[in-house]
């Protein structure tokens, strides 16, 4: 493998990192820039939503975030040549291609209810793509990514009970939908990080072995 392929997949799996940092970013930006924003009460669609002040570098920003996330996807699916690596890959590609989707066509608009679509699309994005890529990450690896996968997993799950559940029964006042929504996002960048740490590392660790056997080839031939 050429040293410049090395470094464009560096470049790739560098790429999650730079996306979750990124997703993370512009939501606290965008989040101050609007004058009186709740970041519990109010969810993340509302920073894109039709008629938000904030949408339009929002929606520059998630345009950027889903950029970088199919580079990362692209990244991941050339890292190895195992089946799920593969699916892993798919799976963020389909992240990529739902986010822009929903804030290019399908946009909340505020003070109006979540349409259909743009339900269904968040629902599908999270339920089915997020947790199916963690689930496969644990899947992959067997060190303490893994352990740290599955903890992602079951806190997915118990968030979602408890924000549907239980919150409304206990906690007075208006529903803390918002930070739900950040908590259980913020795990999968989070998640999404790391991974990208990982390979990296792993990346690493393989080209300084392929430099190795070279030398001990080159000394032996010598």
């Known amino acids: ?19 979750s940092l990124l997703a993370v970013g512009t939501d606290w930006l965008a989040g101050m820039l609007w004058e009186g924003y709740s970041f519990t009460s109010q969810s993340i669609s509302e920073l894109s939503a039709i008629g938000a002040p904030t949408r339009s570098l929002v929606l520059a920003f998630n345009l950027l975030y889903a950029l970088l996330l199919v580079a990362f996807g692209l990244g991941v699916w050339g890292h190895g040549r195992k089946r799920v690596m593969r699916i892993i890959a798919g799976l963020l590609l389909g992240n990529a291609a739902i986010t822009v989707v929903v804030v ?30 963690i689930l496969f990450g644990a899947v992959a690896f067997r060190n303490w990514f893994r352990h740290y996968s599955i903890g992602t997993l079951l806190a997915f799950l118990v968030l979602t009970v408890f924000g549907i559940f239980v919150a409304p029964q206990i906690i007075p006042g208006p529903p803390q ?34 430099n190795d056997t070279k030398k001990t080839r080159f000394v032996l031939w010598i």
Request: proline share 1%.
């Open 1 to 19: 493998m050429t040293e410049i392929g090395d470094k464009w997949r560096k470049f790739l799996l560098v790429s999650g990192f730079l996306a």
């Open 104 to 133: 290019t066509f399908f946009p909340m608009h505020l003070g109006e209810t979540l349409s259909a679509i743009h339900l269904g699309l968040m629902a599908v994005n999270v339920i089915l793509l997020q947790m199916l890529t």
């Open 177 to 210: 939908s918002g930070l739900q929504e950040r908590v259980m996002g913020y795990s999968f960048l989070l998640w999404q990080a790391l991974l990208s740490l990982v390979l990296l590392r792993m990346e690493s660790r393989s080209s300084q072995q392929n």
